[in-house]
Structures are given as C-alpha cells and as structure tokens.
C-alpha cells in the first residue's frame, strides 16, 4: 500500500511535465500539422538555458527558468520564419525532413557548445523530501508539478479566452476564411509554433534540475511528446494534458509492478493498443482515410 | 539501350575493389551499401505508395536479431519445464529465416497500421521500431540486452563442410553485398512496374480514386509492406554477419532518418533515387571530415538536408532527368517517375 | 544528435581514405586509445583520456620511447558495444595502431575482443571488471583494472565491520552490473547476511523511483549500488527523496567521489565507496611520488579533481603501455603482446605486473591492483573510521 501510493505520487508529479510537453506538440504537430522533430531540441535547450543562466551567468534560479522559456519561444518563432514559412505550402513529409535536418543541427550544437559530459542545475530547494505519511516528495518536484500546472492553464486560457487564441483557431480550422476577416495569418502561423516551443523550452528547463543535462536528453522525450498527442487525439488540447497523465501513469505502474525495465516501452505499447481497437485516439474522431 | 544502363552500372560497382584497395575504405562501401539497401526497401512504401513508415529500422533490426540469433543457437525459456533449443543453424538459413520474420512483422504492422492514416501511420510505425528496441534491451535472457550480441559467425556459403566459402574478408563481403543489393533492386524494379506497382502508384496519387474503381488499397499497400520488411531484413541480416555484433541501439530512430534523407535527397519513388541519396550521404560526411570536427560536421550534414529540400524539393534524380530531357528538346516522358508529394 | 550507427561513424571516420591520406607524423609510435567521449558515461572516459594524456606527455617530455614520440591517437566510442568494436577496427585497419587501450566499460571491452583476435593486436583494459575477459582465453588483453573478485575479495576482509544482515542490489543491466550483483551476493551470504531485492537499470536511465520504491518496501539495512558517477548522482538524488534510509555501498571504482558530493549534495552523505585511487592522500599511495607528480599535474592542467579516480587509470595504462613497447624494443603488435609478461611499472595505484589468467595456452594478463574503501562525511572524502 505504501509503495502504491509513492508509485502515484511519482506518477502524479512526473504527469505534470509530460502534459506539459504533450500539449506543446499538440499545437505544432496537432493544429498546424508540422511533424516537429525540433520540439525534443528545445526541450533540451531550454535545460541548457537554465544550466547557463544558474551555473555560468550565477542568475537567480526563477529567473533562469522564465528566461529559459522565453528564449525558446524566440527560437520557436525563428525556426517558423526561417524554415516553415517558405514551405507552407508543402506537404507533410517535405517539412518533416526539413525539421529533422534543424533537429540534427541543433542537437551537434549543443553537443559542440557544451561537450558530452552531463551537467547538472542547483536549486534553491532543500534536499530533505516532504513527507506525508507514507509518501515522500521531493520539493524540487512539487515546484516543477505547480509551474506545470500553471503553465497549462495559462496556455488554455490564452487559446480560449483570448483575441489571438480566436485567431489561431480560426486560422486552423478554415484559413481562408480566416485570412478574408482580416487575420493574419502568418503572425498566427509564427505565434502558435513558438507558443508550443516555449512550452517545451518550459518543460525542459523544469525538468533539467530534476535529471541532469545532456544533448541528446531531447530524443526519448520527444518520442514521448509524439504518442502523447496521438493518446489525446491530434490537436485535442485537453486530450494531450490528459494524455500526459495516462502515460505517465502507466509508465510508473508498469515500472512498479510489471517491469521496471519496460518502463519506456508502456507508453508506446499503449499507443499500439489504442490505435488498434480505438483508431481515433482516445479522445477525438481521427484522421481517417478520406 | 534503357536495359543496358543498370548492367553498366552494376559493372561499375563489381570494378570498384580495382581501384579502392584499402581495407578501411572498402569497409566503408560495404556499411554504406547495407543502408542503401534498406533505404531501397523503404522507398517501396515510402516513395511508391506515399506512405511514411517511420519505423523501418525495425525490420532491420528484427532481421539482424533474428539472423544473429539463429546462427548462434539460443533458448527460449517459458516455463521451468517448457524450454525451447535452437541448435546454430548454418548462416545462409539464418538468412532465410531472418528474411522471413521481417517479412511477417511486415505484414503484422502493414496489417495493424494502415488502418490509420497520415500522422497517425507515422507515430504508429515509429511506435513500432521503439518498441522493439526496448525489447531487445529488455529480454536480456535471449538478446543479452545492452552487453550486445558477440561473436556472430560471419557468412558462408557453401553444400557441406568441405566445400565451404566463408567471408571473414573485406572483399567477398564486398561482393555479397553488391549481389544482395542487386537482387534487391531487381525485385523492386520488377515490381514497380507490374500492375501492382501502377496500382501502388494509384492510390499514391488519389486513394479514393483508387478505391472507387475496385483496387483492394489496404491489400496493396500490405503486400508492399510485406516485400519492403523482407528486404529489409535481408539487409539487417548481412549487416549482423559483415560487422558481427549487434546491440539494441540498431533499432535507433536516427537509423529510419538516414534513410529517409536518403531517398529524399536522390528522390523519392524513383529505383536510382536512394542510390545517388546514399552515395552522396555517404560521401559527404568523410569529405567534411577533413575541414571540421564531428559535431560541426553534423550541423553542416542537417543544413545541407534542409538546402536540398529548399532547393531540390523532388529529389536530385527527378531533376536530373527533367534537365536532361528538356536539354534533349523532349518532354519529360513520364514513366519511371512520378511528382513529387503525396 | 549523436549519430550512434557504426556505419555514420565510419563514413565520417574512415572514408576520408578514398580521398585523401592523412599526413602522418614520421616518426612517432602510436597508441590507440578507445574511450567513451560522448554518451551516458562520458564523464568517465574523458577523465581517463585526459590521464591518458598526461601520461604520454610527461613520458615524450622525458624524451620518448625508442627515440620517438608517442601519440596517442583518440576514438570515441560513444558509451556504446557496437561502436566500440567500430572504433577499435578504425584504429586497427586505419590508423594502423600497434597498441590499444581501451575500452572503460566492461560490455564495450568485450565487444572489442573478437577484433583484437581478428588482427592480432595487444590492448590494455584500464577499468572493465567483468570476469569474463581474461577469463575467456583471449591472449591479446592486459588488465590493469582489478576484477569484481579482486574487489569482493579485498572487501571480505572488511565486510564484518558493516554486520550487514540483509542487502539490497541497483545495479546497471550490463556485464559491469550484473556480474557485481552476483558476486556481491556471494560474499554477503558468506558473511551471514541475505540478500533482499535486486534491481536493474539501464545504462541511459534517469528515473529509477519506481525501483528505488521497491527497493524501500524490502526491508534490508544495505543497499549495494553499482553504476557509474553520472548515474549514480541520480540515484543517490532519488533515493534522498524517498527517504530512503539503508546504508549505501557502491563498488567498481567508478564514482568520483568529489562529483557525487558536488552534484548530489547532501544525498551523497554517509555513503561507503569502493575506489582504487586516493587522490585525497596521494602521500599514502604505494608509489607516492608517482601517485602525487599526477595528481599535480592534474590539478595544474585544470581538470576537475573528482575525475582522478577515473584518471589514474588511463595514466597508468599508458604508461604500462609505454614500458611494453620499451621492452620489446620494437612497436609491432606481437613483440608488445609478449613484452607485456615481463613489464614491471610503478603506476599510481601500486606496482603493476601481469599474472596469467583463463584457459591454459592463450591466457590474458591480469594486474592484482589495490582497492580501498572510503566514506563521504561532512561534505568531504575520509577514510571510514576502522
């Protein structure tokens, strides 16, 4: 009983971040249908950011994070201009390859800037875990799960309740109409890819301090982000937050009690099963042959 | 004069060991050969029937697993009383045997995935490959998980024990994998151009369409599946044997992408495309090696991925031929090549 | 991305051969060395690299060997078997190495062997501990590094002071991990004690929670740990925040006790530590002078001084390496291989010399090196207190 309400917390917490991530991808690879194999690289940037602003630039711990997040969302909107604004038109496979070259760039970058050894981000958090009965948390975890929080209620209300989130749904779901009332729709094209790479960007320099640093960190992570938006269905916002928690939840149990081994593998099995007997993903009507 | 250019090719590449005769860059050929030809069977699906299998590492890996373990003799432990022996098979059954278990995986993915479509085929497919890493890392019992599969016996071939050719050396293993690679090319070529590859092509092109007069697309697009998991296979088969270990990082998704850059770069839904795609990635990393250390020569190898796709949207073979038929005053004829996009 | 296909690493390795030849040095011998650079256990084969490094400009300052330099010529081999075994063909087949010294995990050196008997060329194995490599009849491997054995034995003369009476095992899933838990086991029931849980983790993962959670439901009052440093940080991270109170011992002598206390803080308290290299009291080593001249130097180059017990390693391998190829008075593989059986080098961690090991006729070389235990206490390295 112990050891299960620890797994659930451990779940709980590690939930967060995942839909953190989930529902970055889901406004890139969901509404705009780009296959963003870059999403995993601003994760790691946005660790690597945190790392630099703490340990180099000796930066507050906060202010690295807010910092981190927001130099992603610039590099977002920089990878859209450059690279995605030329090939709009283009079909699916020719901007996954593009985004793979820019995955490829990025990732030696890193590796070129900071070497192969692992760094590691300090905290302001004390080390000693809360304890609640029988389940310890640490605190750095509980922080990372509030601003995770946080960070996806900010982001549905800005697509929900606000102008530009009306203009980017609008945007994706009929652009031509869209661009005859007058939107922009290159503004919107840019604002929503770097929306989601901030997101990312968040998720990594809030996880980086938990784990440790290194270049290729981004890789398992962004095939994570992938099943997670299939989980929730494509361009489902509430799907892939939820999305994050199913899979965490299942990685964790699965680790606890099956095999900790296969820890990795839960989520892509889960995705197998779901688009076999639910082809649509779990919450909305699929894509399917016209 | 048509049939006459891929004999004068494939003369040009059995000649190659004339004039490269070091051992190290004769080794090159031989890894870059292996991963042309499974980017060969991944424009199959990928180019001909516009499917985007991101998975096809898998059917490699699942091969050379498969071969390895077959070659070396293993045990299957079910329960305490239930244990299946395999005795080490000869090599060249391995093989078969490796073929044969790609091509099933084939047709069980082909099977489950295209039921779905688009992004959704893409992150199924990828599901896949991830998967059978993780296994492969896992079921340390029968893979040895990360401590890699060691000592794999290298190929042979021969009726008995006396008459025996083995390829521990660079250049037979050269020449196997020209054969391997030929044989591959010609069962593609073949079938691109029967009437299941116009059939393939069809529902590329328009698959309501397709569907509306009566092709079968789900039976299609399996069977190309199936064909394209085989030879896949047969490459990770003969890359288990040439380099004689493997380990489950085989099964990484960078392995699907250098494919694909591949066959993109030289041009999809084209038999030359992965070719002239592969001989030039193979070429240009040791040429940057010369200028720049391995990371910046990474940053340069994705840069130029992205120039190509800005610039030679369609790949260099479709342009190539397109300047050469327009040069020729002719339209561009369109057999052998198809737009690009899906 | 760090492109791990042996077949990516060798076009941009290797095929620069078709093009051009590389201008090589006259005149200099060359020594392969075979590293992890890049990947999950980087850290700990830059630091052996950069003793490696040391070593061999301290030996050309001095003049050289046989009248030449000696170059080291360096392959990353990317914490992982296949490209272990890529990197050592490269070295081999290309760069033409007459030497090797390699390959810091034991999986990796494993998966380096069969080449080694392919071409015939001799490599010091300067950290794997896995039994099975000089005991598998490979003639052309010298250990320098002690075996799990050498390490369960050293600590059976210790063991009664921790009364352990029960013991949990994490271990990382590889020859390196498994074979410690095994032997490990061993010796605890030996001593009186059972062993409770044992875990595995792969080498490249960050969340081991869920088997630190198991580890916590199983009652035991020790848990043994075998990974490397980087791992290890997370562990000991993980573990404090489970509050998870069993007495740690770790073992393979890849720790870095200095990073621990730097990266994991205050979770790396109180832990027990089997090393092979004091860096701390390099006054006591066997060989002092040699034992301080490199941490010295070390420190004079910048590195970070946790990395010494990592280092060392690679220092004394070369210069092992150095006094085989003096000895056989020639640099070709098998005048260096038969050299090996007579060198007998001062290196930082004792006095270093070959025994056989494994099936009679092809044996390999094997070094019975020293083990120490120490503690973290107070943020600092002692030595435990009996």
């Known amino acids: 009983?112990?050891?299960?309400?620890?797994?659930?917390?451990?779940?709980?917490?590690?939930?967060?971040?995942?839909?953190?991530?989930?529902?970055?991808?889901?406004?890139?690879?969901?509404?705009?249908?780009?296959?963003?194999?870059?999403?995993?690289?601003?994760?790691?940037?946005?660790?690597?950011?945190?790392?630099?602003?703490?340990?180099?630039?000796?930066?507050?711990?906060?202010?690295?994070?807010?910092?981190?997040?927001?130099?992603?969302?610039?590099?977002?909107?920089?990878?859209?201009?450059?690279?995605?604004?030329?090939?709009?038109?283009?079909?699916?496979?020719?901007?996954?390859?593009?985004?793979?070259?820019a995955w490829i760039a990025m990732q030696n970058g890193e590796q070129l800037i900071w070497g192969g050894v692992a760094?590691?981000?300090?905290?302001?958090?004390?080390?000693?875990?809360?304890?609640?009965?029988?389940?310890?948390?640490?605190?750095?975890?509980?922080?990372?799960?509030?601003?995770?929080?946080?960070?996806?209620?900010?982001?549905?209300?800005?697509?929900?309740?606000?102008?530009?989130?009306?203009?980017?749904?609008?945007?994706?779901?009929?652009?031509?109409?869209?661009?005859?009332?007058?939107?922009?729709?290159?503004?919107?094209?840019?604002?929503?890819?770097?929306?989601?790479?901030?997101?990312?960007?968040?998720?990594?320099?809030?996880?980086?301090?938990?784990?440790?640093?290194?270049?290729?960190?981004?890789?398992?992570?962004?095939?994570?982000?992938?099943?997670?938006?299939?989980?929730?269905?494509?361009?489902?916002?509430?799907?892939?937050?939820?999305?994050?928690?199913?899979?965490?939840?299942?990685?964790?149990?699965?680790?606890?009690?099956?095999?900790?081994?296969?820890?990795?593998?839960?989520?892509?099995?889960?995705?197998?099963?779901?688009?076999?007997?639910?082809?649509?993903?779990l919450f909305r009507r699929a894509e399917r042959i016209s | 004069m048509r049939a006459l250019a891929p004999l004068a090719g494939l003369?040009?590449?059995?000649?190659?060991?004339?004039?490269?005769?070091?051992?190290?860059?004769?080794?090159?050929?031989?890894?870059?050969?292996?991963?042309?030809?499974?980017?060969?069977?991944?424009?199959?699906?990928?180019?001909?029937?516009?499917?985007?299998?991101?998975?096809?590492?898998?059917?490699?890996?699942?091969?050379?697993?498969?071969?390895?373990?077959?070659?070396?003799?293993?045990?299957?432990?079910?329960?305490?009383?239930?244990?299946?022996?395999?005795?080490?098979?000869?090599?060249?059954?391995?093989?078969?045997?490796?073929?044969?278990?790609?091509?099933?995986?084939?047709?069980?993915?082909?099977?489950?995935?295209?039921?779905v479509r688009g992004a959704y085929f893409v992150i199924v497919t990828l599901s896949f490959a991830e998967v059978a890493r993780l296994v492969a890392l896992n079921w340390v019992s029968l893979t040895q998980g990360p401590m890699a599969l060691n000592n794999i016996p290298p190929f042979t071939l021969g009726l008995s024990d006396a008459w025996q050719l083995t390829f521990y050396r660079k250049l037979p293993n050269y020449f196997l994998m020209i054969a391997i690679g030929a044989g591959a090319y010609l069962l593609i070529a073949r079938l691109v151009r029967s009437r299941l590859g116009r059939a393939m092509v069809a529902l590329k092109e328009n698959e309501s369409l397709a569907t509306s007069v009566g092709i079968d697309v789900t039976r299609y697009l399996v069977l190309a599946?199936?064909?394209?998991?085989?030879?896949?296979?047969?490459?990770?088969?003969?890359?288990?044997?040439?380099?004689?270990?493997?380990?489950?990082?085989?099964?990484?998704?960078?392995?699907?992408?250098?494919?694909?850059?591949?066959?993109?770069?030289?041009?999809?839904?084209?038999?030359?495309?992965?070719?002239?795609?592969?001989?030039?990635?193979?070429?240009?990393?040791?040429?940057?090696?010369?200028?720049?250390?391995?990371?910046?020569?990474?940053?340069?190898?994705?840069?130029?991925?992205?120039?190509?796709?800005?610039?030679?949207?369609?790949?260099?073979?479709?342009?190539?031929?397109?300047?050469?038929?327009?040069?020729?005053?002719?339209?561009?004829?369109?057999?052998?090549?198809s737009p690009a996009g899906s | 991305m760090i492109i791990r296909t042996s077949v990516a690493a060798l076009l941009m390795s290797g095929a620069a051969s078709l093009l051009a030849l590389p201008a090589l040095a006259q005149g200099t011998i060359k020594i392969g060395v075979n590293q992890p650079l890049t990947g999950p256990v980087a850290a700990s084969g830059q630091y052996v690299t950069n003793g490696a490094r040391i070593a061999a400009d301290q030996i050309n300052a001095a003049g050289g060997i046989l009248g030449s330099k000696i170059e080291l010529v360096i392959e990353d081999n990317k914490s992982n078997p296949t490209e272990a075994a890529a990197a050592a063909e490269k070295l081999i087949v290309r760069d033409k190495v007459p030497v090797m010294l390699g390959a810091w995990s034991s999986t990796f050196t494993l998966a380096v062997m069969p080449k080694l008997m392919e071409y015939e060329v001799p490599m010091v194995v300067e950290t794997s501990s896995s039994g099975k490599i000089t005991e598998?009849?490979?003639?052309?491997?010298?250990?320098?590094?002690?075996?799990?054995?050498?390490?369960?034995?050293?600590?059976?003369?210790?063991?009664?002071?921790?009364?352990?009476?029960?013991?949990?095992?994490?271990v990382v899933n590889n020859d390196f991990g498994?074979?410690?838990?095994?032997?490990?086991?061993?010796?605890?029931?030996?001593?009186?004690?059972?062993?409770?849980?044992?875990?595995?983790?792969?080498?490249?993962?960050?969340?081991?929670?869920?088997?630190?959670?198991?580890?916590?439901?199983?009652?035991?009052?020790?848990?043994?740990?075998?990974?490397?440093?980087?791992?290890?940080?997370?562990?000991?991270?993980?573990?404090?925040?489970?509050?998870?109170?069993?007495?740690?011992?770790?073992?393979?002598?890849?720790?870095?006790?200095?990073?621990?206390?730097?990266?994991?803080?205050?979770a790396a308290e109180g832990s027990y530590h089997l090393v092979f290299f004091t860096p701390w009291f390099p006054e006591n080593a066997p060989n002092a002078d040699v034992a301080v001249g490199l941490v010295n130097e070390w420190k004079k180059r910048g590195y970070q001084f946790a990395g010494l017990t990592e280092g060392f390693r690679g220092y004394d391998g070369i210069l092992t390496i150095a006094a085989a190829i003096k000895e056989a008075g020639k640099a070709e593989p098998k005048a260096i291989q038969q050299a090996f059986w007579k060198v007998k080098v001062k290196g930082a961690n004792g006095d270093i010399a070959f025994e056989k090991s494994g099936p009679a006729g092809k044996e390999s070389g094997q070094n019975v090196p020293n083990v120490y235990v120490i503690q973290i206490k107070d943020g600092k390295v002692t030595l435990p207190a009996f």
């Open chain 3, 178 to 266: 498994i074979d410690a838990a095994t032997k490990f086991s061993e010796l605890v029931k030996s001593h009186g004690g059972t062993v409770g849980v044992v875990e595995r983790m792969d080498p490249t993962a960050q969340d081991v929670s869920a088997q630190l959670a198991k580890i916590k439901a199983s009652d035991a009052d020790t848990l043994f740990i075998t990974t490397s440093v980087e791992q290890l940080t997370l562990v000991l991270r993980q573990a404090q925040a489970l509050r998870l109170t069993q007495r740690i011992i770790t073992t393979g002598g890849s720790q870095a006790p200095d990073q621990l206390i730097e990266h994991a803080g205050p």
């Open chain 3, 136 to 170: 598998s009849g490979n003639p052309w491997i010298f250990r320098i590094a002690p075996t799990t054995s050498m390490e369960t034995k050293d600590f059976a003369k210790k063991i009664d002071k921790f009364a352990i009476k029960r013991a949990n095992f994490l």
């Open chain 2, 11 to 115: 003369a040009a590449l059995l000649a190659v060991p004339l004039v490269v005769t070091d051992q190290y860059a004769l080794h090159i050929l031989i890894t870059t050969g292996i991963f042309i030809i499974a980017a060969m069977s991944l424009n199959l699906l990928l180019g001909y029937t516009g499917q985007l299998s991101l998975g096809h590492i898998g059917f490699f890996g699942i091969g050379a697993y498969v071969s390895a373990l077959c070659s070396l003799g293993f045990q299957l432990e079910f329960t305490d009383r239930l244990v299946l022996t395999v005795a080490p098979k000869p090599v060249w059954l391995s093989f078969v045997i490796a073929v044969a278990t790609a091509a099933l995986f084939g047709f069980l993915i082909g099977k489950l995935s295209f039921k």
């Open chain 1, 119 to 281: 760094k590691s981000i300090p905290t302001p958090f004390p080390t000693a875990p809360l304890v609640v009965g029988p389940v310890s948390v640490d605190w750095l975890r509980i922080f990372v799960f509030t601003a995770a929080i946080l960070l996806i209620i900010g982001a549905h209300s800005l697509i929900h309740h606000t102008r530009f989130g009306r203009a980017m749904r609008a945007t994706f779901a009929d652009r031509d109409t869209a661009a005859l009332m007058g939107i922009n729709i290159g503004l919107v094209h840019t604002a929503t890819f770097a929306l989601g790479s901030g997101l990312a960007a968040a998720a990594g320099a809030l996880l980086g301090p938990v784990f440790v640093v290194t270049a290729t960190m981004g890789n398992l992570i962004a095939l994570k982000a992938f099943a997670i938006v299939i989980l929730g269905g494509l361009g489902n916002f509430t799907g892939a937050a939820i999305g994050g928690f199913i899979l965490a939840f299942v990685e964790e149990l699965g680790a606890g009690y099956i095999s900790s081994g296969y820890r990795d593998a839960m989520g892509f099995l889960l995705i197998i099963l779901v688009l076999m007997f639910r082809p649509t993903g």
């Open chain 2, 225 to 337: 599946a199936v064909v394209s998991a085989g030879i896949a296979g047969a490459a990770g088969s003969f890359y288990a044997h040439y380099v004689r270990i493997i380990d489950p990082d085989i099964f990484l998704f960078i392995y699907t992408v250098t494919m694909v850059i591949m066959i993109v770069t030289g041009g999809k839904g084209t038999l030359l495309g992965p070719i002239v795609g592969g001989i030039l990635f193979g070429f240009i990393p040791p040429v940057l090696r010369e200028v720049a250390g391995p990371e910046l020569q990474w940053i340069i190898y994705g840069l130029i991925m992205i120039v190509v796709v800005f610039f030679l949207p369609e790949g260099i073979v479709p342009a190539v031929t397109r300047a050469w038929a327009a040069r020729r005053g002719r339209a561009a004829t369109a057999s052998a090549r």
């Open chain 1, 1 to 101: 009983m112990d050891q299960l309400s620890q797994h659930l917390t451990n779940a709980l917490v590690l939930g967060g971040t995942y839909a953190l991530l989930g529902i970055g991808l889901t406004l890139i690879f969901g509404i705009m249908r780009v296959v963003n194999f870059t999403h995993g690289e601003l994760y790691t940037f946005g660790a690597y950011m945190t790392f630099f602003a703490v340990s180099v630039a000796g930066a507050n711990f906060f202010l690295a994070l807010a910092l981190a997040t927001l130099v992603g969302v610039l590099l977002g909107a920089a990878i859209e201009v450059v690279l995605l604004r030329p090939l709009r038109s283009s079909d699916i496979d020719t901007t996954m390859i593009v985004m793979i070259g």
